[in-house]
């Protein structure tokens, strides 16, 4: 059975810093993993989605990379901004399934 | 853009109640997911549907049902509600194939007293 995790659990920076976020799962039998932003009390914002084909997404100061084998997958963040605190998840898609098992988030936190 | 919108983005029901959430999305998605999320259980799929009348019940379906009568709407059916069912449900939709992504929409926050 699928299963995603994501640590740390929450994490706190000073404005500038360039951070990574980590995502493991534990089947590589995927069709994609997708990076998300939450904000308190809103929906899921599609940041970056990798296909199982690729290694790595870029988008802007965002880059996303996948390694199959090993189950992992980072979210890099470049010059980290306080606009940047929310929670991020990932999600995979498994082969074979329509469905996406999330892991249950960073929740980040940017100091000015 | 894609546009996936909630009937309500706050609800207050009684216990017993029969309550609808209603989800439509504007791209002709064939894929409608509802999940629940619930602090530190992260977010858990009710029901998906794949095509019009068509649905399979997800990891926690039950207490739920759904309905799928057109393409662009996917509503939420809770029979009898209880207060274990207060949460933020979200709704989502994909298209068919392997290698899109799930749109999100706002979000209900349910409570049930």
């Known amino acids: 059975k699928q299963e995603v995790t994501q640590i740390p659990a929450a994490l706190s920076v000073p404005e500038g810093e360039n951070l990574v976020l980590n995502c493991s799962f534990t089947?590589?039998?995927?069709?994609?993993l997708q990076w998300f932003r939450q904000d308190p009390g809103k929906g899921l914002t599609s940041l970056l989605l990798?296909?199982?084909?690729?290694r790595e997404q870029t988008s802007g100061r965002l880059n996303a990379s996948l390694d199959k084998s090993s189950g992992r997958s980072t979210l890099y963040i470049a010059a980290s901004q306080p606009g940047d605190s929310a929670t991020y998840l990932c999600a995979v898609r498994a082969s074979g399934t329509y469905k996406y098992i999330f892991g249950t988030g960073t929740r980040l936190k940017v100091l000015a | 853009d894609v546009k996936v919108t909630q009937s309500s983005r706050y609800l207050v029901k009684r216990t017993g109640e029969k309550v609808f959430l209603e989800c439509v999305q504007d791209?002709?998605?064939?894929?409608m997911f509802w999940y629940r999320q619930d602090p530190g259980l992260g977010l858990r799929l009710i029901y998906f549907?794949?095509?019009?009348?068509?649905?399979e019940k997800g990891d926690i379906p039950e207490g739920y049902s759904v309905s799928r009568e057109k393409k662009e709407r996917f509503s939420l059916i809770l029979e009898s509600a209880s207060t274990n069912q207060t949460s933020m449900y979200l709704c989502?939709?994909?298209?068919?194939?392997?290698?899109?992504?799930?749109?999100f929409g706002p979000g209900t926050r349910l409570t049930v007293t």
């Open positions: 549907s794949y095509d019009v009348k068509m649905k």
């Open positions: 990798i296909q199982s084909s690729q």
């Open positions: 089947d590589s039998a995927i069709y994609n």
């Open positions: 989502a939709s994909s298209l068919h194939g392997q290698g899109y992504e799930q749109y």
């Open positions: 791209m002709d998605h064939e894929n």
